[in-house]
């Protein structure tokens, strides 16, 4: 058989066939030319050399053009190609709708790796996810120019940066558990569903860990495109040559998960340089790459904007909480939409108030991880674990193994040491740093605690390979370079406390009860032992911190001595012990016992988990009430002794934080939080800050009421509340205003002063309320209709509205006792047997009131005398004027006053003897007042009403003067006055019940 014969490229042919052409080009004319002229070549033999060559330098051009043309057509033709094929695999074959689908559902449930307990099925991802900020320590040469964009420090959804950005490089650290892939999972079930969020970009999310070995084989040469469509869910489903082209053309939001999960340090760094090249590869693209903090501690990936993962704050906590309920309910059937929804609030409120109510567990809430292992417990238990040390326990074996077997992390240097061995060593350090007074434990210290431990081990592995696997796995975290710290103080008091169990180290524990740095190791040791020999120590002890210690213990531990727990009951009775000593050392044990429970919410802020209660805020008023000094009057209202203190006045805050300090004498000590502290949204896990209203220390560390727009006021009553109050106090008071009405006519007539008196009230009127009396009825008609009468006839008469200079009601006024009128009054129980001076500055009051009512004839009207007056009256109110604080009203009817006596504009006559008059009706207000305000004598609602009339009296006065003189001094003491006024209706709105006195207190340790 004769061989085939060779074919040669069909790229050899054209070059073949082109080169030939050329040669006859260059020839063949010159040639043709040569032989037709040759007579003329010979005389010009310069000229026809240069022709030639000119001819074969325009031929060498063409020739240089038309290869140019060819290989440019050549790759526009593959391009177009490429584009067409694109087009038809994306739309035709739908390989973009298949990417996008298949891809949502594997991102679409949220992952519950390393929990124990764990629901029927996985939830669907909720809407709550964790915010990232920028690194305020970002270097690199954007880095100023991203300092201007995007503020160093304040949480973002990650949106806000990749929204900011079409392309860039961005890593976020956070540590174990606080959301980073859930984070990545849900950017890309966002853009896989085709919402608004940035949809021209594709997303790529890679699990690093799954893909370390293809990545490290070097034969393989595997990119991005590769390993994203080698996942089940994908293979042989979607061509990595369609999404490479993508990523080629800069269309896609590449997400690279877990840098710190694929190995070792040698590992690491080298799966770090293979996303380098594929940033390098596919520059026109985003990326996001997540890890714990130590995956970038080689630095491997630089001119990245570095971004961190916030902890949930306590509106996330609930939505997160509310969200997942809402999941369990809808997905389990058993129930229709609306009911779905009412069992997910219930159960979701149900949870959200056990962790208000323990405050440590709230703290470690913020961690999404921790969050989803609290609403599983509680979920599937049906309750939270019966203690503390359950969930603890639950959470610490979560770290240290579970989570990582589940990934298929495993270091090797440690894969020999059992889970029991572990915990064993990770106690060994945690009571290291207890006895140290740590929280951060420098590397060298901790190797030596750990080779100490190690040496009863028979496993060959070192110290520092037990750091390192504890930190990767997140039992330990990197605060500062060269330490190491637990992800919260509680797991290092927890995992303490397993330590001094397993070795029954009673003896340690009793050394320590006057110490509060052992306070919750030893709470939580007695969840696991018996607590017997530590509350006797307690006692024994006598020390505040040791009472409310053994108290605590008492609560729930494993076993006590009856009589131990007899004796604590012995010690805390529900009524408040009358003697000085008694009362005093109930007051120090209950302050102890219920302000220690803090919440750390920052570096230097730790605020008490719950504010102050009413069982410590009765105490304190005890307290001050043996010296003399009487409670709040809205502040006595029964409520239970756990709930916190409402009603609490600004006057009683500093002499309270006083009172708190005073029982100890080892340093501790509270403060109010500023303005600013509470601002932050973390305060809301110990207080509802959008809903009460706070005392925060303002200038000068006084105390200012801290309430968020929308919270109800609760030192300002209502208009509607104000308008009634002003009407009931004229109603209550009407025979005062009846006595001051027959008193200016008696006393400015030249008749007897006694008979023009008697005579004010006409036979029509007696009778009416005699007969009204005398059968049981309702008097108040007949007195309003006489009231009607009389003020009628005085406006009609007094064509000259004003008093009289002369007249001088102080001098006579106690002439209106010995009248028919007042006798017939007290007789039928409208005023005492004895007028007071309170009744007398009502009776000046309204004298001072009628010549401004008098003024007022806009709204004037026969047959409609008393209805003019109590409208008059209620004008005196303003519902937008400021109120002023309680304590400061003597001081403001002293400015009002001195306001009044100093301004030059009021003219001689009717008006000086008004402003005389309403100088007198302050001063009787402040004398009123005083021995309330000051807190020499309780709460009288009848002095009250009379000082509510006698300001309405100010007011409308200061009013009149103000407008005729038109003094600006004037207008702010009607301003003064007013506020008064409000503050006074306040106080009566709240002591009735009628206005919800809210203020709380809560304490930070200073």
Sequence with gaps: MSPAPSSRPASSVSETIVTSVLATLALAPPGLVVSQAWDWIQDNPVISALAVIAYWMLLAVVSLFGRVGREVGDRWVKRIADRVDLLISGVLLGHRRAYLRRSQVDVRDLELQGVITQPAFAPRLAPTYVDVSLDPRATGAAAEELRTRWEPGRRRPLDHFLDGDDTGVFTISGYPGSGKTSLLRHAMDQRCGGGVIRRHQLPVLLYLRDHVEAILDVDRRANVADLAVSVPWLAGKIPATWLQRRLERGKCLVMFDGLDEVGDAPTRRKVADWVGRQMKSYSANTFVITSRPHGFDDNVLRNTTRLHIRSFTVQQIS????????????????????????????????????????????????????????????????????????????????????????????????????????????????????????????????????????????????????????????????????????????????????????????????????????????????????????????????????????????????????????RLAELLQDRIPSDDGGRAMVAAVKVSHDLHEVIHLGENLVVCARPVNNAVWRLFQADMQSQGCRPAPDSTRVGRPDRAAEGIWSWDVEPFIDWVNSFFDDGTAYRMLSLEELDDPAVTMAVDTARVPVWAAGAANRPVLYRRPGAPDPQRASEIELRDMIADDRRATSAHLFVALAYQRAAASDDSFLERFNRALDFTHIYEFATAWDEGADTDPALAGALNYVLARHRFLNDNPGIDPDLDPDRSLTRVTETDMVRRFTRHRLLPESLRRSDLSAIRAYLLLIPPWIADTDNARAGHALTDFDAHLSRMVEPDSPSVAPQEITTVLRRAAEYLTDCPGIREGQHESLRGLALRVINDVSALLTPFLARRAGYDPVVSRIARIDLSAAVSTADLLARHSEDPDLWLATDLLRGALHTLIAIEARVGGRLSPGEQLLLARA
């Design 319 to 566: 939505d997160f909480v509310h969200r997942w309920y809402y999941e369990i309910e809808r997905r389990q059937g058993d129930h229709p939409e609306q009911l779905a929804r009412a069992a997910a609030r219930r159960n979701a409120d149900g949870l959200l108030d056990r962790l208000r109510r323990r405050p440590a567990l709230y703290d470690l809430a913020s961690n999404p991880l921790l969050l989803t292992m609290i609403a599983n417990v509680h979920k599937y238990r049906g309750a939270l674990p019966g203690t503390r040390a359950e969930l603890y326990r639950e959470m610490c074996e979560m770290l240290l193994v579970r989570r990582r077997e589940e990934k298929g992390v495993i270091n090797p240097a440690v894969v020999d040491l059992k889970t029991s061995q572990r915990l064993m060593l990770v106690g060994k350090l945690a009571l290291a740093m207890m006895d140290i007074r740590v929280r951060d434990i420098d590397a060298g210290t901790a190797r030596r605690v750990l080779d100490d431990a190690l040496r009863r081990v028979p496993v060959e592995v070192t110290a520092q390979d037990v750091l390192d696997d504890l930190k990767e796995g997140g039992m330990l975290i990197v605060r500062r370079p060269g330490s190491y710290a637990f992800p919260h103080l509680t797991l290092q008091e927890y995992m303490a406390s397993i330590e001094l169990s397993q070795h029954n180290r009673v003896d340690l524990l009793a050394e320590r009860v006057d110490d509060p740095w052992w306070r919750e190791t030893i709470l939580l040791w007695t969840d696991v032992a018996d607590a017997s020999d530590v509350v006797e120590e307690c006692l024994r002890s006598g020390s505040i911190h040791a009472l409310s210690l053994a108290f605590e213990c008492a609560d729930s531990p494993r076993e006590i001595e009856p009589a131990l727990r007899s």
